[in-house]
């Protein structure tokens, strides 16, 4: 079992802040990459920003420049500081984790809304 708990979505107007935190929890060996995706109403989920465990990053190209991910691998820890919200950032933001259990396995949080209102 692996559990991802997310925190720290809300409203915010344009041009502002938010941070997401998500921590890993459960049996697993290790913790190969940890991410975010997001997912606006009627569109598919999407990629916003994934990080190694060696600090390897991935950004999608409408997030470059404004959001920064960051892991702690200590603390089975990834965040997401995103700033310079806009509008088209609003969005459910899930917590992915590729964790290994003997295979590698893919787990999801709940989902955390962003809304970002102009």
């Known amino acids: 079992q692996v559990q991802l708990v997310e925190s720290g979505g809300g409203s915010v107007q344009a041009g502002g802040s938010l941070r997401l935190s998500c921590v890993a929890s459960?049996?697993?060996?290790?913790?190969?990459?940890m991410g975010w995706y997001r997912q606006a109403p009627g569109k598919q989920r999407e990629l916003v920003a994934r990080?190694?465990?060696?600090?390897?990053?991935n950004y999608a190209d409408s997030v470059k420049g404004r959001f920064t991910v960051s892991i702690a691998s200590a603390k089975n820890t990834v965040s997401l500081q995103m700033n310079s919200l806009k509008p088209a950032d609003t969005a459910v933001y899930y917590c992915?984790?590729?964790?290994?259990?003997?295979?590698?396995?893919?787990?999801w949080g709940q989902g955390t809304q962003v809304t970002v209102s102009s």
């Open positions: 459960g049996t697993f060996y290790s913790i190969n990459m």
């Open positions: 990080i190694t465990r060696g600090g390897t990053t």
């Open positions: 992915n984790a590729e964790v290994f259990i003997g295979r590698f396995f893919s787990a």
